[in-house]
């Protein structure tokens, strides 16, 4: 960890203070301009809003998922199936993606055929990729990736739960929804807790998926943070991307430090 991650990032933290060509220290100067960058603004609030929306959804629909399969004895079968995403090449799902929401895709061809047999509408010919429907098309690509170990990881904390709490409970009279909100949710406060950080993390590795569909220069509602790297990267403008990259591994402690401050309150 020393010599992979704390050592780089300290080398990063003190070019964050220098100039990229020549290495004279220039204060703040890069973190103002950075702050001052429209690109990474729209990045940075895109890249919010996205991690909004995603974790949210992630973590409701994996528990609606898996709590029916607890319940199942080929549970674990099925998770394997649910993994599987996990597993395809990135490039593969992309091109799916591409087949499926380009102007000329599936998607459109199968809304013109409906149109055209109940006489609603006529062809469809929306870009999806090409307007502010692309960040919705990102949010499905990730959720549709990421469910499965969500799925899992729910499914291990609820197997966990001791069955004689729930068993009690029913004897007590409690029925399935009051078994689920003073029985089981409380217990899978850990697995919630773990779920939330990775699906965080994960949402800032989203940049594969929306690079190989839209290009280094996307449609601005999914202009992320690793498109400005991977654009300052292409420029040689390190010393930008060293305070960015600061900013950005600060942000992420915090977070991570606040939510394991709630969950510890909390339990």
């Known amino acids: 960890v020393i010599v992979f991650v704390i050592a780089p990032f300290l080398d990063v933290f003190k070019r964050s203070f220098t100039t990229a060509v020549t290495g004279d220290y220039a204060g703040l100067q890069n973190y103002k301009t950075i702050f001052e960058n429209q690109a990474f603004l729209i990045a940075v609030s895109n890249t919010i809003r996205f991690t909004l929306v995603c974790i949210p959804l992630l973590v409701l629909i994996g528990f609606l998922i898996a709590f029916p399969l607890s319940r199942l004895k080929s549970a674990g079968l099925i998770k394997s199936i649910y993994l599987f995403p996990l597993a395809m090449p990135t490039a593969t799902i992309v091109m799916v993606w ?19 047999w109940s006489g609603l509408w006529g062809e469809v010919h929306t870009d999806y990729l090409g307007t502010e429907t692309a960040f919705w ?3 499905f690509s990730y959720i549709w990736k990421n469910t499965g170990y969500t799925v899992v990881l729910w499914l291990a904390g609820i197997l966990a ?19 689920i909100i003073y029985i089981i949710l409380p217990n899978l406060k850990g697995t919630l807790y773990t779920i939330v950080i990775l699906s965080f993390l994960n949402s800032f590795k989203i940049y594969r998926e929306a690079y190989l569909v839209a290009g280094a220069y996307p449609h601005k509602s999914i202009y992320l943070l690793q498109h400005t790297f991977n654009n300052w990267f292409v420029n040689l403008e390190f010393d930008k991307m060293a305070a960015a990259a600061v900013c950005t591994g600060a942000f992420l402690l915090v977070a991570i430090l606040v939510l394991q401050k709630m969950w510890d309150r909390e339990i």
């Open 98 to 116: 591409k087949m499926f929401f380009y102007r000329q895709g599936f998607l459109n061809l199968f809304l013109s055929k409906v149109g055209e």
């Open 137 to 139: 098309v990102l949010v």
């Open 161 to 179: 739960i001791p069955e004689g709490q729930i068993e009690a409970a029913k004897v007590d009279g409690a029925g399935s929804m009051r078994r």
